[in-house]
Nanobody
């Protein structure tokens, strides 16, 4: 089970930190990712991190502003979002899957999904 939280309303230029807490199984071999879906748009990749180790992955649109991290002891993955823009407004989902690098940005390869948390950035 994945539980996402931390969304809210923030002004442009502000920051939010999203959390995704894992429970019910071991995710040690999995990739954990954040996706987002704006109204009328497809679900889009934001960032990903492997639970054990390895590089971080970001969408070009958030690179340099968002940071994904994990706390293995707390079974939690975070998404620190800085310098938020109105175009970042979306429902943010965390997901887990046993993915290969070439498919890491594809939502279809993730098996477990959280319920989503709404981020609204006002101009």
């Amino acid at each position: 089970q994945l539980q996402a939280s931390g969304g809210g309303l923030v002004q442009a230029g502000g920051s939010l930190r999203l959390s995704c807490v894992f429970s019910g199984r071991t995710f040690s071999s999995y990739t954990i990712a954040w996706f987002r879906q704006a109204p009328g748009k497809e679900r889009a990749f934001v960032a990903a991190i492997r639970w054990s180790s390895g590089p971080l992955y970001y969408a070009d649109s958030v690179k340099g502003r968002f940071t994904i991290s994990r706390d293995n002891a707390e079974n939690t993955v975070y998404l620190q979002m800085n310098s938020l823009k109105p175009e970042d407004t979306a429902v943010y989902y965390c997901a887990a899957g046993n993915t290969i690098t070439s498919a890491i940005r594809r939502p279809q390869t993730y098996v477990y999904w959280g319920q989503g948390t709404l981020v609204t950035v006002s101009s």
